[in-house]
């Protein structure tokens, strides 16, 4: 962690210094909360589709289809905000 306060300092000059740095600022960020926000949300998924196929084995081929579909889904819309995240980034 103490290796990366520096390189945030230096990123902060940066955008500081120019009205693009905020905006590489802003799609980093952006970028990096749809990808930590898929994450969770396909953790999520997992440990409920795992823990209902504990509760149920029998349904187990169901709540499998269910949970690589919503995953799915989820991942699509990360990939969708990074790149919008981007595409903002260019813009200006």
């Given at each position: 962690?103490?290796?990366?306060?520096?390189?945030?300092?230096?990123?902060?000059?940066?955008?500081?210094?120019?009205?693009?740095?905020?905006?590489?600022?802003?799609?980093?960020?952006?970028?990096?909360?749809?990808?930590i926000g898929a994450g969770v949300g396909i953790?999520?998924?997992?440990?409920?589709?795992?823990?209902?196929?504990?509760?149920q084995p029998e349904a187990a081929g169901r709540i499998q289809t269910a949970a690589l579909i919503l995953s799915a889904l989820i991942e699509g819309v990360a990939l969708f905000g990074?790149?919008?995240?981007f595409l903002v980034q260019g813009k200006i």
């Amino acid at each position: 962690m103490v290796e990366v306060l520096p390189l945030l300092q230096a990123v902060t000059d940066t955008a500081v210094a120019s009205s693009r740095g905020m905006i590489a600022v802003g799609a980093g960020l952006g970028a990096g909360l749809a990808v930590i926000g898929a994450g969770v949300g396909i953790g999520r998924i997992g440990g409920s589709a795992v823990e209902g196929m504990a509760r149920q084995p029998e349904a187990a081929g169901r709540i499998q289809t269910a949970a690589l579909i919503l995953s799915a889904l989820i991942e699509g819309v990360a990939l969708f905000g990074a790149v919008i995240a981007f595409l903002v980034q260019g813009k200006i």
